[in-house]
């Protein structure tokens, strides 16, 4: 079955400091992988995904992620993190039904950054 | 274009009763997926819609059902409301495509309460 596992509950980085969002993943066959950020009472807002191609996937806000399949880790990353940033992040790997053709996401449990000024 | 909205925004039922959330999809899209968020919990998925049919489904009960309907809006229905029904449902569209590479995109999210 495929998985995620974001391994921190919590990444607090200084304003202005490199960010690094973990994640990895298990899946069968090739992986479709995806990164969300959820500010508080909201929905969840699409950063960006990794299909196919490229290993570094640059998304929403100035955020990019590398995919490296040796490690089965899709990262988030921003060079220099925002106050604004501080919020909840997801990963997500797509699972697919082959035989109705449903493809459904599977979510890990988040990861709370913390941007401090 | 107009992003995915969810109505209402907050609910609150007691236990037994049965509720009805609604989902209108970002203009072009014509798949509708439910999630069930517990708090401190990551989205998972209860069903997808598809040509206003169940287009696969999760590990949620019966009791849990959609609909899809001519202009891509959804209903999630929940009956007979346990506690742990509480929760934030999300509902995603995308552009089926029939390859798995379309983008879920989220609503805002209905907050249910269930006393």
């Known amino acids: 079955a495929q998985s995620v596992a974001q391994p921190e509950d919590q990444v607090n980085v200084a304003e202005g400091n490199p960010l690094t969002v973990k994640c990895t993943y298990s899946?069968?066959?090739?992986?479709?992988l995806f990164w969300y950020v959820q500010y508080p009472n909201r929905g969840l807002q699409f950063l960006l995904k990794?299909?196919?191609?490229?290993?570094l996937v640059k998304g929403s806000y100035g955020f990019e992620a590398e995919f490296n399949k040796s490690q089965t880790s899709f990262h988030l990353k921003k060079p220099s993190a925002l106050v604004s940033d501080s919020a909840l992040y997801f990963c997500a790997v797509r699972d697919s039904s082959a035989s109705l053709g449903t493809y459904k996401y599977i979510f890990g449990t988040g990861t709370r950054l913390k941007v401090l000024a | 274009e107009t992003g995915v909205t969810q109505s209402p925004t907050h609910l609150i039922k007691t236990r037994g009763q049965q509720v009805t959330l609604r989902c209108s999809s970002q203009?072009?899209?014509?798949?509708v997926s439910w999630y069930q968020q517990a708090l401190g919990q990551g989205p998972q998925f209860i069903f997808q819609?598809?040509?206003?049919?169940?287009?696969g489904r999760g590990n949620f009960p019966p009791r849990f059902s959609g609909l899809q309907f001519p202009n891509y809006s959804s209903e999630l229905n929940v009956n007979a409301l346990e506690l742990d029904d509480s929760a934030l449902y999300l509902c995603?569209?995308?552009?089926?495509?029939?390859?798995?590479?379309?983008?879920?995109?989220f609503g805002p999210g209905t907050r249910l309460t269930v006393l």
């Open positions: 899946v069968s066959g090739n992986p479709y």
């Open positions: 990794y299909i196919t191609g490229d290993n």
């Open positions: 203009s072009g899209h014509n798949t």
């Open positions: 995603a569209s995308s552009f089926w495509a029939g390859d798995g590479t379309d983008t879920q995109y």
């Open positions: 819609y598809y040509r206003e049919e169940e287009n």
